[in-house]
């Protein structure tokens, strides 16, 4: 069945791509750059387990007429990079607090639309959390894009830095619309609306959007930057050193 | 009125269980030894975050990441409720920590112990936040009333950890050998650490009689220590283990468990800066902090420049 | 009459007549301002303090407040305000704005002694 196998694989690519994130953000916990908003940072990285764990049960789901093996966690832990399918900006290494932020501004700004798109599908599993996450998701934009303006319009310091981070980022940001062959909601029709958001706070941040940039993509085809590799190993190791075991 | 008469006035409202509050007067050694006591429990819910965040991204399903990472939040939390009640006494948080990268602050010894395996977060969970409990139910009846305050906050936040923290290790007691041994392990390498987070016996303490007095601390080090033993050496059974200590045994004629000696030496040297992890913990928290400082400061330049733009608007 | 609070505390009292002391602070680094949060737990009550925080500006403020104080669905509505603006009485006054209070019985329904046949009073 076609159909089931391109659900499986966009559900996948949405799990992998919470969770990815969600790895990256973590390494913030106990290392942000005042305790409010390593906590704040953290309460993302909460929110995006959540979704990829949503995400990964549904996958599960339906996997299941043909195998009972599969569980959130075999999914997430005994997958290898070429069966990844998260989104290449996801798998960065964290950079400065302005690469995080920006990131995270970038991403969270694309993932409200792809979720607003989401809740009209006919898909119920879907609607379910994209209804559910994109509460959390619109808080994420809201912070993540005053922190972008914060660091554009704060110090000299900190609009080199951002400045920077966009020079490293941009280049994943094109990914974000050049559909898979699996994906099941438009995504270049999104587009728009998300440089209109984007230009919107960059201009209140004092930030250019580059033009001409050359897209780097492949990660929703399981094709990755060298950084993903690193990043299972770390997040797989206990699983792939005791096979089987319940923890 | 005199400060001999302010004293004694203090110190009847001691006695009658009334909270002393910030604006109210208190003695200059009230007033340090709130601080330093309070401004330590905060460096201690700081750095604490430090050897379980090492395990965030190891996390061995998504579940137990989950509850990790919610769990070191909350640390985060509890150092922010303690460092702002401590505050209230009058010097600043940027002060506090500075103190802690200098190292003048101390904090709890039990951080500077390495987590080496997943069963860590498990026994630190158990061992450590349930030693940590006995002393924090103590102080949601301390005289000062904003400590007081934050620790019935973190009380009530603070009850999953230690459930979480046995719930793994009961997952790992009842899993392969290797579990199993991993388990083992990590009380063993936990247990006496934990027994030293008590501080030093009652003949010992230099801060305790004083501190009893003005209900800052309500229960001796000895006494809170041995609550734990007498819990600890019952839940153990649940799991199958043991305890590394051949000395600990049911005293019937007490009604309490007796134990054995506790390594002093090593708990003054982990104190003064030579445990297995000190220079590591401070490395890490002056870093974050060093590496955050260009964030904080552009925060509050942005804040300025447009807490400026509005008045050229109105004006 | 009011005691304007300084920076950092809410709760300080002039060094000379409290037998403590404030510690200077060293860093150089200026600080973010210590706000106050006030949290409406649920629709239909008041909002009440629950502790503090640092924030660079209003929005942040509420911003952390949220991370901060309602992981657990503590509340539905936030209020910051910056500690330096809140103004306290003074301890030393307790005794003559709280005390006389005291002895005004007949503010309380309790003083009057009704008949037991007066209903719904």
Known sequence: MPHTKNALSFTLHLADTALILAQRNGEWCAHGPILEQDIAITNITLDLIGQARNFYQYAARLHEANENAVTEDSLAYLRTEGQFKNLLICELPNGDWAQTILRQFFFSTFQMLLFEKMKQSNNTQWVAIAEKSIKETHYHVKWSSEWVIRLGDGTTESHDRITKALDTLWMYTGEFFIPASYEMIEVTALKNEWMNKVKEVFDEATLTIPENVFMQTGGKNGVHTENLGFVLTELQYLQRVFPGAEW | MEIYNLEKAFQEKIDKEIKIEPKDWMPEAYRKTNLRQISQHAHSEIVGMLPEGNWISRAPSLK???????????????????????????????????????????????????????????????????????????????????????????????????????????????????????????????????????????????????????????????????????????????????????????????????????????????????????????????????????????????????????????? | MNTPIRKFYYGDIPEENTGGSINAISSNEKAWPLWEVFIRSKQGLDHKHVGSLHAADATMAIENARDVYTRRQEGISIWVVESKFIHASDPADAESLYEPAADKIYRHPTFYDLPDAVKHM
């Open chain 2, 64 to 315: 137990r990441k989950a509850i990790l990472i919610a769990k070191v939040q909350d640390e985060a939390g509890h150092g922010l409720y303690l460092y702002s009640s401590a505050e209230t006494l009058g010097t600043s948080r940027e002060q506090m920590i500075d103190d802690l990268h200098s190292g003048k602050a101390k904090y709890s010894s039990i951080f500077n112990y390495p987590t080496l395996t997943w069963a860590d977060m498990g026994a630190v969970g158990w061992l450590v936040d349930g030693a940590a409990i006995l002393n924090q139910v103590m102080l949601c009846r301390t005289s000062y009333g904003p400590y007081a305050r934050a620790m019935v906050r973190i009380c009530k936040e603070e009850s999953f950890h230690q459930r979480q923290g046995f719930d793994a290790l009961l997952v790992l007691s009842k899993g392969t050998e290797e579990q199993k041994a991993m388990c083992q392990d990590a009380i063993n390498r936990w247990w006496w650490p934990s027994l030293m987070m008590f501080g030093p016996k009652d003949s010992e303490s230099t801060n305790s009689d004083q501190s009893m007095k003005w209900k800052i601390k309500r229960k001796t080090n000895d006494e809170l220590r041995q609550n734990f033993v007498d819990m600890i050496a019952e839940q153990i059974k649940l799991l199958g283990m043991t305890l590394p200590d051949p000395d600990l045994k049911w005293n019937e004629a007490k009604k309490q468990y007796d134990f054995g000696e506790i390594n002093w030496d090593e708990f003054w040297n982990v104190v003064k800066g030579n445990g297995p992890c000190n220079k590591q913990r401070i490395a890490a928290r002056r870093k974050a902090h060093e590496e955050g400082e260009w964030v904080r400061a552009a925060a509050l330049a942005y804040a300025e420049k447009k807490q400026l733009r509005t008045k050229a608007k109105v004006a």
